[in-house]
């Protein structure tokens, strides 16, 4: 997010600057016209795309010192508006982003799980009244609750299912919460059934993840999350490079396919860090490192 070059715009001030300037010029065009549901309407999509820039954004020093000011600011908004599933869906999947990429304290990181997946809950039950207190539910009343959702609720099902994921990695700890992992299973199953496209197929990643993430001796099941990762790599048309590397580690590696695992880490170095066309991460900010030796730490890391 940089204005004109200037450097002032490459830290976390600039970053509450511009979006106080674009939050009061938007509200002072819309007061004017004294129409509530318009207001709404365009807090919303300012959200969403300010979001997308959040995530989308290749400096991640940049995302990390300024992203806070703007969760409080979309935690303001839904303080104000606090029935708005938009704004709350938003929230649940920023929040998850930030905690899963940037918090290293356990404590905080599960502190700002909890209120990703908070926000969720109540942007489903907004949608759904039937699917209040969804995550009190049984494994059976949860499948038939889901069974009844529709196309337009994929959004706000997407964002409870990725809060609750990240929920359970930062409370891993908690075999109550390592149970829960079915639930999830269950509603990206769903989301797949709705509509597979949604978020480049990130669905699919879910369940390949969790299809893999165990050996077979365990329960872990290879050959549909390999189903499920390729799937992901031709909806994503090879872009989302956290497939492949997910692909290699949580596949390749697990059945010793030397030849796979290479290939698709292969690809990963080989793709521009630059391009805009290339989404880095699902859940976490969409951006792209900046070097080849950036590629490099995420493929140790992960791969």
Not at 71 to 97: G, R
Not at 205 to 230: C, D, I
Request: charge should be positive; charged fraction near 25%; hydrophobic fraction near 45%.
């Amino acid at each position: 997010m940089m204005i004109s070059g200037r450097p002032w715009a490459r830290n976390g001030k600039s970053v509450i600057y511009l979006v106080a300037v674009l939050w009061v010029a938007a509200m002072g065009v819309f007061s004017l016209s004294g129409c509530a549901m318009m207001v709404k309407s365009a807090t919303s999509d300012m959200m969403g795309h300010l979001s997308q820039t959040i995530l989308n954004n290749d400096d991640l020093s940049l995302v990390e010192s300024g992203a806070p000011a703007y969760l409080l600011m979309i935690d303001s908004l839904i303080a104000k508006d606090p029935e708005n599933s938009d704004l709350l869906s938003t929230a649940a999947l920023l929040y998850t982003a930030y905690a899963d990429v940037f918090v290293k304290d356990e404590e905080r990181a599960r502190k700002m799980a909890g209120k990703a997946l908070d926000y969720a809950g109540k942007a489903v039950c907004l949608e759904k009244k039937e699917a209040c207190g969804l995550r009190s539910r049984s494994f059976n009343e949860l499948k038939i609750l889901l069974s009844h959702m529709k196309q337009g609720e994929v959004p706000v099902l997407f964002a409870l299912g990725n809060a609750w994921a990240s929920w359970i990695m930062a409370n891993k700890s908690d075999l109550n919460a390592i149970a829960d992992l079915s639930h999830i299973e269950l509603i990206m199953q769903r989301v797949i059934e709705l509509d597979e496209t949604y978020r480049d197929g990130a669905a699919h990643l879910y369940l390949g993840t969790l299809s893999t993430f165990l050996p077979p001796s365990l329960g872990g099941r290879p050959e549909q999350g390999k189903a499920h990762f390729e799937k992901a790599v031709l909806l994503s048309r090879g872009k989302n490079l956290m497939v492949k590397v997910l692909y290699a580690k949580l596949y390749a590696r697990t059945i010793f396919d030397r030849e796979l695992h290479d290939e698709l880490l292969r690809e990963v170095m080989a793709a521009d860090p630059g391009s805009r066309d290339i989404p880095w991460s699902i859940p976490g900010p969409r951006s792209r490192p900046k070097n080849s030796s950036s590629v490099r730490r995420i493929i140790f890391r992960h791969g």
